[in-house]
DNA sequence: ACTAGTGTATTAATGACATATAACACTAAT
DNA sequence: ATTAGTGTTATATGTCATTAATACACTAGT
């Protein structure tokens, strides 16, 4: 996995791993790959993989069982879901709005941006 | 001024005086604060403030003339409108469609979001 | 009991960042 | 000439975040 270098790795994987609750990938009590294999995946130190399950473990999003591995946790996807739309609306689209009055971008433009983007990425199943 | 703590404070200085370029308050020619004023306005150390402007010079967005100050370059307003709107429309604006995927919300949505933002903040004079 | 796979904990290495100092050089005003 | 204000350069220091290395402990299956 590639990472980009403005953000720590930890933080990456930890927006990976939300991701794909969102997506529907991993459901209740499904089992995360483990710290060592996400590791060889990623290219990644396991104590760094370790790092973005703490994370996790401590929000409730995933539990542990020792010497077994990690699980997403029961109300995991509402959880996540709920964080994300909160940090959505109060943190990122204030900045997007605030930009586009910098830049003198108008709604239209943006629906304009936005149907093109729609148009471009047409390789949505949200669940495989 | 208060920083946020996930950005090097120097990026935040950066930022702050490409807005203000934005937004007009500093055009070209303009003196823009000087290191040590800046950096005690700012309370923050005269060597991050030059950090900041040492990057603004080389993308030559301010210019220096020794032993007097710093200076908006000709084209400044400009290039930092490219810049930005090249920032906007290749990294921020692909986040945000895809984190709206992500969370179901669709155009209309966003719009409803985006006229509430509008009303709320209704203190926009652009330049003053 | 053994083994392979899991997580846990401690410590070390590295690098970015911010700060503190200080000495220096240039410019404008007096 | 002097002074006050500017930028320039260099060095040292401390702190912190991040990542890595390593040794340890638990669990399940055989």
Redesign the pocket.
Known sequence: MK?KNDR????QIEKFIRENILKGKWGSDDRVP????LAVDME?????V??A??ELQDQDIIY???????FINENARKKVMQQSKKNFLQKQLPQVFNQMELLNINFNELEEYYREYETKGEDNETIK
Request: proline share 8%; aromatic share 16%.
């Open positions: 990472f720590p790795i930890y933080i483990s710290i060592r294999e990644v130190n396991p104590n760094t370790m790092r399950y703490s542990n069982k020792r010497g077994i591995g990690y």
